[in-house]
């Protein structure tokens, strides 16, 4: 039983997890961004339209 603790508390173990959860959220808000745009080229728009959106309030 020591063993089993010892490996799920070990450094390398929760960096992993660490970095799958990153990855699980990154991807799962990926996801639902172009969801909620429907289309590739809706996702551009509102790209665009931010950018648009910075550049007037930097003037």
Known sequence: MAAVTD???SWDV???LA???RL???AALALTALAGCNTTRGFG???QAGGEA???AAQ
Do not use: A, G, S
């Open 7 to 9: 490996f799920w508390h």
């Open 14 to 16: 929760k960096t992993m």
């Open 19 to 21: 970095k799958m959860i």
């Open 24 to 26: 699980l959220l990154l």
């Open 45 to 47: 728009e509102y790209v």
């Open 54 to 56: 910075i550049q007037c």
